[in-house]
Every structure is written in structure tokens, then in C-alpha cells.
């Protein structure tokens, strides 16, 4: 029996196909952050938000986030990532970027309209990163209520 070649196109695009599924595993595998000058980059798979310091009302470290309605999103094992709706304040929209529901959450609020819960899957990541934001804030806040 003759062997069937298969034609390069198939070959190229099963390696394509591979090649686009590691990327959104790695995309999604954690959330990415970068703290830039003024302000905090966030990107957690096909999700990016970058937040100015100076807009940023409180942070506050959770147990567990409030039961919400999903608008677009995933969840997976203990990952849930995506945009959501607030049951009680349905015109506001809440970012979760969580990848252990397990662990305490950082829920920041900016500009009164915009929640976002945020924590990676290493607690003392998640602990280090609180700790910046609330001292950013608190020397932002000291600067705001400094007579001139």
C-alpha cells in the first residue's frame, strides 16, 4: 500500500493552530503587570486595562468578590477572569482579573465608576502589589492635601 502524502498547507496549519493555543495559554495563564511611572498596566489573557494612580479612589484587600453577573469571560478551576456586572449597581461594569479564588482579592475602585478585583496565584505577589498601590495612593492623597 502506497503512503498518502499530506499536503503543506495541512502541515502548516496544524503547526499555526498549535502555535495560537500556547499563545493564549500563556496569555491567560496569569494576569501580566507592569507599573509604569503613573500608572499600572494590567493584561490577563485577551482582557488589558491601564489605570492612572492619580484615578485610583481606594484599594482594599477582599476575602471573596460579590456574586455578580458575567457580561463576557471565563472560568476555570480556581481562575475567573472576564467582565462582569454588579447586581446592585447594574451601570457599573467590574473587571476580575483573579487567578486563585482561594486567596484575598485587591478590589480597586477608580473614579467611583470602574470596580476591579485583582490577584495572582502567588499570595505574597499579590500581598507585595497591595502594599504598593496603597502606599502610591496614600503619597498621592498626602500630596492632593498639602497647603501651598
Same mark, same amino acid.
Given at each position: 500500500?502506497?503512503?498518502?502524502?499530506?499536503?503543506?498547507?495541512?502541515?502548516?496549519?496544524?503547526?499555526?493552530?498549535?502555535?495560537?493555543?500556547?499563545?493564549?495559554?500563556?496569555?491567560?495563564?496569569?494576569?501580566?503587570?507592569? $507599573?509604569?511611572? +503613573?500608572? @499600572? %498596566?494590567?493584561?490577563?489573557? &485577551?482582557?488589558?486595562?491601564?489605570?492612572?494612580?492619580? =484615578?485610583?479612589?481606594?484599594?482594599?484587600?477582599?476575602?471573596?468578590?460579590?456574586?455578580?453577573?458575567?457580561?463576557?469571560?471565563?472560568?476555570?478551576?480556581?481562575?475567573?477572569?472576564? $467582565?462582569?456586572? +454588579?447586581? @446592585? %449597581?447594574?451601570?457599573?461594569? &467590574?473587571?476580575?482579573?483573579?487567578?486563585?479564588?482561594? =486567596?484575598?482579592?485587591?478590589?480597586?475602585?477608580?473614579?467611583?465608576?470602574?470596580?476591579?478585583?485583582?490577584?495572582?496565584?502567588?499570595?505574597?505577589?499579590?500581598?507585595?502589589?497591595?502594599?504598593?498601590?496603597?502606599?502610591?495612593?496614600?503619597?498621592?492623597?498626602?500630596?492632593?492635601?498639602?497647603?501651598?
Amino acid at each position: 500500500m502506497g503512503k498518502k502524502k499530506r499536503h503543506w498547507l495541512w502541515n502548516l496549519l496544524i503547526v499555526l493552530t498549535i502555535f495560537v493555543c500556547i499563545l493564549a495559554f500563556i496569555a491567560h495563564y496569569k494576569n501580566w503587570t507592569k $507599573i509604569e511611572g +503613573d500608572h @499600572l %498596566r494590567i493584561l490577563s489573557g &485577551v482582557y488589558y486595562k491601564e489605570i492612572k494612580f492619580n =484615578q485610583i479612589d481606594s484599594v482594599v484587600m477582599v476575602e471573596k468578590i460579590p456574586q455578580m453577573e458575567r457580561i463576557n469571560g471565563f472560568s476555570a478551576w480556581a481562575k475567573e477572569k472576564g $467582565i462582569f456586572k +454588579d447586581s @446592585l %449597581r447594574p451601570d457599573i461594569s &467590574v473587571r476580575v482579573y483573579v487567578d486563585n479564588l482561594r =486567596q484575598p482579592k485587591i478590589k480597586l475602585v477608580q473614579n467611583d465608576s470602574l470596580l476591579l478585583y485583582l490577584n495572582f496565584s502567588d499570595s505574597l505577589e499579590t500581598q507585595r502589589m497591595y502594599e504598593m498601590l496603597s502606599e502610591k495612593i496614600e503619597v498621592l492623597n498626602a500630596l492632593n492635601t498639602e497647603p501651598n
